[in-house]
């Protein structure tokens, strides 16, 4: 859970157990009754306020959203582990219909990752690009040697 979502979520279910808890206890706090009143009073103003912020920033869906992009990133990581292991022509199939999942994730991100996982993907299909491009020319070496 991102520090956003702690501050929009825990600290508003926390203040409106205060408030709560000021309120049934009136004087329990060593405070007199107009300052268990505003205790109370104020820690139900900032849970209201910041469970407001928390729904005007959309935080479910952006959390919801993060969720399917990660999701999406480790299943293509996954994807890329086994195509390394395929023969040239599978491998050279899998990365493009790999490639195509990217550029289908890459167009419907509604929501920012974490550096950590596109860098992450992106260094996955760079190593199987690169494999790719070796099976490739040691095919072209091995065509033009049988042509010779």
């Known amino acids: 859970m991102s520090h956003w979502n702690w501050l929009t979520i825990v600290l508003p279910a926390l203040l409106s157990t205060f408030a709560g808890a000021v309120i049934l206890a009136d004087l ?5 009754p107009g300052e268990a009143k505003l205790a109370a009073g104020l820690s139900a103003l900032l849970a209201g306020l910041l469970t407001a912020a928390h729904r005007a920033l959309k935080c479910d869906e952006y959390q919801a959203e993060c969720q399917r992009l990660t999701q999406a990133y480790r299943s293509l990581d996954h994807w890329c582990d086994y195509a390394r292991h395929l023969d040239d022509t599978r491998l050279t199939n899998e990365c493009e219909r790999i490639l195509i999942r990217l550029n289908w994730l890459t167009e419907s991100v509604k929501a920012t990752l ?13 190593s199987l ?3 790719l491009s070796k099976h490739s020319l040691n095919m072209d070496r091995g065509e033009n040697a049988a042509a010779s």
């Not at 329990?28 to 007199?32: I, R």
């Not at 974490?114 to 760079?126: G, I, K, S």
């Open 129 to 131: 690009s690169s494999q």
């Open 28 to 32: 329990g706090l060593g405070l007199g």
């Open 114 to 126: 974490p550096d950590r996982y596109t860098t992450d993907a992106e260094t996955r299909l760079q």
